[in-house]
């Protein structure tokens, strides 16, 4: 039995290490799999500019109760929009979304992206990955 204990002691330990290591890469998994949220209320998004990690998932909420068209690039001084509108800087468009529904994107790369809204000239967000 005296033997018998130093291995039921270093069985435990072991099982209570790899849970310890589990949790911690659990919480750090659920870090980066966080969604960041940017409103679009009262004719503009909320906040304009968000910073996330590669991995981190970015949520366009149309809380305003109005439809939503968003492109990847940045709207003019003039009305919002690109002068040339043209979407070469990755090409992404999230289609027409309607009143209350959300947009989600996943950042894998690091950079700075601009995005517009085709339906409200006002409306125009930068997430900034790093």
Sequence with gaps: MRKLTPIILAFIFSTMLGALAANQYSTQQ???????????IDNQAKPSVLTVK??????????????????????????GYAAEHDHTVGGLESGKFN?????????????TFA????????IYATIVVY
């Design 54 to 79: 590669p991995g981190q998932t970015v949520e366009f909420d149309a809380s305003d109760g109005k439809p939503h068209d968003l492109a990847q690039g940045h709207g003019s001084e003039m009305g």
């Design 30 to 40: 659920a870090k980066l799999e966080k969604t960041y949220i940017i409103k679009l």
């Design 99 to 111: 009143a209350d529904e959300a947009y989600r994107l996943k950042f894998q790369d690091k950079g």
């Design 115 to 122: 995005f517009h809204d085709h339906l409200n000239p006002n």
